[in-house]
């Protein structure tokens, strides 16, 4: 009899629970559920790749990773590029970050909405998961404050937020930074930061450089629309880089990737294309989904989160757009039961969801 067990803190963590795919549809299907870029990868990128592709793929990458962090530096404007780390996806950094700064007898401290990551990471590391209430789905810096504790070691705050699509302003930013306790990191995840624009961007870094417990984390998977590569980065104090540079794995990040990620990471143009069609299908779908009775507040992100008044009528509304070959994304696991999130996609495909969605609502 195998008598081999998990650390405790192993067995009760509860795994992250992806977007999913539909599988046996037959057709065309609208995969509305992970916040993907509905373009794909800028044609840059997609160059690079098959270059990389093609040469060299016996050799392991650059274990610095030198030329791909000078070229985030010089996109975002960060004059030091030590300060900037890349790793295998935005939830490695999560990790190697808790693994670092956090264990059994600490507390991790998030909002009650929060991406569910920082939860499995906290526990993952033997630490508390801790949660601040929200009000309408946005996170308050008083709320915030008043669950730090002294064993508080590190805030987790997605700006924008996933699941909700909220956010606070950037002088809440700046007070909540400012009233957090020396003891406590400040993890800024911007995941969907580009979909405000550069000057939002910017912001968030200059945030980082007015304290020495901030880290801004940031990924490529949304609007850069690499997620089948798995890249992030992260910008942070030299001191913190320097312990995260000390346990990450050597070769955390692919050569497919790094080329990726540096043809990409300066593509303006295919951002702003990004970012244009985000906004135009972001306010059509608010603004239908409300028309339709499904309460839909504004959203800052590539997503908007739909009300459907009960949890019942959500799976319903799940189902029949399943039915219909659509994939939107189920949030009650982030005790959301009777929302769903609907990501921005292709014109077509958001213009499928809402016809499936009035045909539901005509008899639901």
Known sequence: MNTIKPLDHIAVTKPYVPGGKLHGATG???MLASNENPFGPSPLAIAAIRKAAGEGLQIYPDPD???LRAAIASAKGIPDASRVVTSAGSDEIIHILTQCYAGPGDEVLFTEHAFSMYEVSARAHGAAAIKAPETDMTAGVNAILGAVSPRTKILFLANPNNPTGTMLSLDALRGLQDALPPHVLFVVDGAYSEYLGPQYEADLRDLVDRRDTTVM???FSKIYGLAALRLGWAYMPKAIADTFQRIRGPFNVNTLAVEAGIASVGDDAFLQLSREHNKQWRD???AELNALGLTTPPSHANFVVAEFGSAERAAAAHQHLKDNAILVRAIAGY???TKLRIT???AEDNQRCLEALKVFSATR
């Open 344 to 346: 921005v996609g292709s």
């Open 28 to 30: 065309p299907i609208a």
């Open 284 to 286: 059509i779908l608010t």
């Open 65 to 67: 990773y030198g030329a």
């Open 335 to 337: 005790g959301l039961p």
């Open 217 to 219: 984390m940031r990924t």
